[in-house]
Each structure stands twice: as structure tokens, then as C-alpha cells.
């Protein structure tokens, strides 16, 4: 049976609260606050007391333990598995183009007749996320991956992964889970509103949009914008684009990441390929905090048994539109899942996963990805 220890660290009772761990953990997971300055001193000690423990985590923007969302902490999850087996490689990048590379390699090395799922957590400025989904996808097609890309608060200017006794950009971490005693569910789901006339996209290389029905694009987002272009690219997290294409049965939410005024382009957190179709979207706070409860319930239906860990990833965007309101998004997860699963989490640039069961992996943006783990 997993055994789960879920705690939040904050820089004056870390080592305290690490002496509670009261489990034989073989895994630890740690999503930290880039503010959080002892952040080095953590990770030494977690080595050091579990010397043969597998270590990873990442950089957030908003850290979630249990029903909370926190700031300058570390949300810590100490795992005990005692039928599964683990297994964690790392690629190292030089830079965007590699990450198709990057991500058939870690799936070469991780698969395995027994593979029963794979976590990714990426380097979140460094790593183009539609390209590393589709290089692990073409390796394993079979396998369910879920994870997310590392942030930086609202930043946008490093973000850092951990491995072991490593605190490293330009790094994406795959961790594997093997045996047939290993449940895992998941799900993603956004609840954002679509507006506005649907647009052909005409010209784009990989996640930078051109022209939208052979127009400059960055002209008719402002269009869209109004008042709030002049707050480009922040305000972009706000209104992200629909986008559909023929390999999609689900529309696929992208945020911008940069403008370009020279060019007339967006950068995007994901692809945008040419000949697809977008839309605009905006918030709409009720349908947001649904579409967390909709993950969540189809997260937890695959299981027989409740799930002993939730981990949740949403995105930033969804935070700055939620603010104070952004519990609400965790408390209605809890509320599905009920009272026994640990829940951890961040607030990420990009999130991992199926739509659900029966769906292809992608990378989405603006949606609460949720994955429920236990063992039999």
C-alpha cells in the first residue's frame, strides 16, 4: 500500500517539519517557490537523510498543499511505494529545438513492458512543450504522461528543476512507474469562454504566430484586446486562443509567452500550426472553477479504490484571473476526490496530460491537469 506525508516548509520550520516524516519515502516530490532562499539547504538534507530516495520537483508559480495556495514555500510530498518500481532519467537541452529530441530520448530509456506511466516536470522558458509531448508520444503511445512546465511566478525570466541534489535549468526530468500494481487517473480540463469569429491560421512556424486569414496577427489580437493591448504580453494570460486542428478531436488552449511589434507575431507557450483554427477566449471565474471540478471527476472515476495522492497542476493564467478566489479551484478538487488523497501541486507555463482516459497526451495551457495516484 503507498503510503503518502504531504507538507508545506516555510524557510523558519523546514527542518522540523522534515524530522516529522514519519514514512520509509523511496520519492520525493518538491514544487518550491523561486523566493524561497533556502531552497539549496533543503534539498542537502532531504539527500541526506534519504541517500537512496528519488528527488524531483520544480519551480512554480504558486505552490498547492492540501486546500491551500501559498507563496515562498516548499509544498513537499514524501512517497512511500512498496510494489512499484521507479525509475529517473534527465535530458539536458541547448535550446528549443532540441526538445522533440529530448523527448524521445527519455521515453527510450524509460520504456518498458511494465511502464505504467510517466511524470514529466520541464525546464518552463527553455523547452518547447507541444514538441517534448510529441517526441515522448512517438515512443510510447501506449503509456499515460503527465507533468508540467516549471514557472517563475509571473516573471517569465528562470525557472529551475530538481534532480536528486540538483537545483538546474535547461533540464526536463521523466520519471517512470512500473508494475501492475501501480493506479493512476487523470485529467484536464479548462472552463474558459470562446468569442469572436473563428480565424484560419495562415502562417506560423511552431509556436509563433504570423498572420491569422492572411492578416498580421499581433494586428488583430490587439483588435480583440481593446483597452488591454497596451498591457501586452502580461494581458495575454488572460486571453488566451482556442485552437483546433484535424489531429484534435478537443480544441487546445494556447497563451502567449511574447510579442514581436517588428514582425507582427506572438510567441506562444505551445504550437500553433499552420492551417488550424483559433478563436479568442476569456475568463469567466464560475466556468473556470467548474472545469477544475469536471478534471477532478474524471480523474477519479478510472479508480476502484480512492487514490491515496492527488497531484495538481494549473496554470499561472488561471491564478491571475482567480485571485483570491484561487483556493476555490483546490477546495472544489477536494470535494470530488473526498477526504482521503494527499493533494499537492503548482501553478505552472504549461500543463501534461490527456484530456482523459482514452485520449492522446498534449501539452495544454490554462487548464487545472490533475493526477491521482495509488497502489493495489
Not at 511505494?81 to 530509456?109: H, P, R
Not at 502562417?203 to 492572411?214: A, I, Q, T
Not at 490527456?354 to 495509488?374: V, Y
Request: charge should be negative.
Amino acid at each position: 500500500m503507498m503510503k503518502v506525508k504531504q507538507i508545506s516548509l516555510i524557510e523558519n520550520n523546514w527542518c522540523e517539519k522534515i524530522e516529522s516524516i514519519d514514512i520509509d519515502a523511496n520519492l520525493f516530490l518538491l514544487f518550491i517557490s523561486p523566493d524561497f532562499n533556502l531552497k539549496d539547504e533543503v534539498l542537502l538534507s532531504l539527500n541526506k537523510k534519504y541517500p537512496k530516495s528519488t528527488i524531483i520537483g520544480c519551480s512554480t508559480a504558486g505552490e498547492i498543499s492540501d486546500v491551500t495556495v501559498k507563496d515562498k514555500t516548499i509544498s513537499l510530498t514524501a512517497i512511500q511505494l512498496e510494489k512499484t518500481t521507479l525509475k529517473k532519467v534527465s535530458f539536458q537541452i541547448k535550446d528549443m529545438d532540441c526538445s522533440y529530441k529530448a523527448g524521445e530520448e527519455i521515453a527510450n530509456k524509460l520504456d518498458n513492458n511494465d511502464l505504467k506511466h510517466v511524470i514529466v516536470l520541464s525546464d518552463g522558458l527553455n523547452v518547447n512543450g507541444a514538441d517534448l509531448v510529441s517526441g515522448l508520444k512517438s515512443k510510447i503511445p501506449h503509456v499515460s504522461i503527465t507533468g508540467g512546465l516549471a514557472a517563475d511566478g509571473s516573471d517569465f525570466n528562470k525557472t529551475f528543476v530538481i534532480n536528486n541534489d540538483e537545483i538546474i535549468d535547461k533540464t526536463i526530468i521523466g520519471l517512470g512507474f512500473y508494475g501492475d500494481d501501480f493506479k493512476v487517473g487523470f485529467s484536464s480540463k479548462g472552463g474558459w469562454d470562446s468569442f469572436g469569429i473563428e480565424r484560419l491560421v495562415t502562417k506560423s512556424n511552431k509556436n509563433v504566430l504570423y498572420e491569422l486569414d492572411g492578416m498580421p496577427a499581433l494586428e488583430i489580437y490587439k483588435s480583440f484586446l481593446g483597452e488591454h493591448a497596451k498591457d501586452l504580453p502580461s494581458s495575454g494570460l488572460l486571453f488566451p486562443l482556442s485552437m483546433r486542428n484535424i489531429e484534435n478531436t478537443s480544441p487546445l488552449v494556447r497563451t502567449i509567452l511574447a510579442i514581436n511589434e517588428e514582425e507582427q507575431s506572438l510567441t506562444f507557450a505551445g504550437n500553433i500550426p499552420q492551417d488550424s483554427y483559433v478563436r479568442l477566449m476569456k475568463a469567466n471565474i464560475d466556468r473556470l472553477i467548474s472545469g477544475a471540478e469536471d478534471s477532478a471527476i474524471s480523474a477519479n472515476k478510472n479508480l476502484k479504490e480512492t487514490s491515496e495522492l492527488a497531484i495538481l497542476i494549473s496554470c499561472v493564467g488561471r491564478r491571475l484571473v482567480l485571485k483570491q478566489l484561487v483556493e476555490e479551484e483546490v477546495e472544489v478538487v477536494r470535494d470530488v476526490i473526498g477526504p482521503k488523497p494527499s493533494i499537492t501541486g503548482f501553478y505552472s507555463y504549461g500543463e501534461i496530460a490527456p484530456f482523459g482516459e482514452f485520449s492522446p497526451c498534449e501539452l495544454h495551457n490554462q487548464t487545472m491537469t490533475i493526477t491521482t495516484l495509488s497502489e493495489c
